[in-house]
């Protein structure tokens, strides 16, 4: 008789659970719209306004919205892909952090 082996348990670091996060946040609102892979402005505004009130100042605001877009969206398709969207999320962990 064999006894099957469990597959061994990984404990992800306060890191990786932090990357996990945002993708899993960035999938969660690209999701709505249409395209799973991109952040349409509306979604945008969503996550922003739901997710990083705080860091992100009057992110209620549409016209903040779409200058932060439009300074994000290098290939001007007025979506955000993950890669557009982590700009973003460097640019406040970098102001965040003081660097």
Do not use: H
């Not at 007025?78 to 003081?98: P, R, S, V």
């Amino acid at each position: 008789m064999t006894i099957p082996q469990s597959t061994p348990t990984y404990r992800l670091s306060t890191m990786e659970s932090a990357i996990n996060v945002l993708v899993s946040q960035f999938k969660t609102f690209a999701g709505k719209d249409g395209s799973s892979n991109t952040l349409s402005k509306g979604e945008f505004s969503s996550l922003v306004a739901c997710q990083l009130p705080t860091f992100v100042k009057n992110a209620s605001d549409p016209d903040v919205i779409e200058q932060l877009m439009g300074s994000l969206d290098e290939n001007n398709d007025g979506e955000l892909t993950f890669l557009e969207f982590w700009q973003l999320i460097g640019k406040l962990a970098n102001k965040q952090g003081g660097f």
